[in-house]
């Protein structure tokens, strides 16, 4: 088991910046895929951003391009989302996600919910205009 927990989030004007960290205890995810997804009231959950195991592939939705950079640190078992000039459409709770893959799938893979085997609990994003 991997208990996930989410930080960083709160409230910033349009424009501005926030940094999300998702600590990892229980197991280490170094050898786990890690996504950002997003949810509004209503609505589902939408993919954000993901990162392979070594962080040297990572993907993003097309509405965060060249906004957010998704980054970890296997060593502090921590997952980051770095997240500049901030739009009220961002406004969201924030979850990351860990999936321990068995075999290499396609980056497409990642965008789907139910392919990542734990949660975080969320941090709410909140800009204003």
């Known amino acids: 088991q991997v208990q996930l927990v989410e930080s960083g989030g709160g409230l910033v004007q349009a424009g501005g910046s926030l940094r999300l960290s998702c600590a990892a205890s229980?197991?280490?995810?170094?050898?786990?895929?890690m996504g950002w997804f997003r949810q509004t009231p209503g609505k589902e959950r939408e993919f954000v951003a993901s990162?392979?195991?070594?962080?040297?592939?990572?993907y993003y939705a097309d509405s965060v391009k060249g906004r957010f950079t998704a980054s970890r640190d296997n060593a502090k078992n921590t997952v980051y989302l770095q997240m500049n000039s901030l739009k009220p459409e961002d406004t969201a709770v924030y979850y990351c996600?860990?999936?321990?893959?068995?075999?290499?799938?396609?980056?497409?893979?990642?965008?789907?919910?139910?392919?990542?085997?734990?949660w975080g609990q969320g941090t709410q994003v909140t800009v204003s205009s």
């Open positions: 996600a860990a999936d321990f893959p068995r075999q290499r799938y396609p980056a497409s893979y990642y965008l789907i919910p139910s392919s990542y085997d734990y």
């Open positions: 229980g197991r280490t995810v170094s050898n786990a895929a």
């Open positions: 990162i392979s195991w070594s962080g040297s592939s990572t």
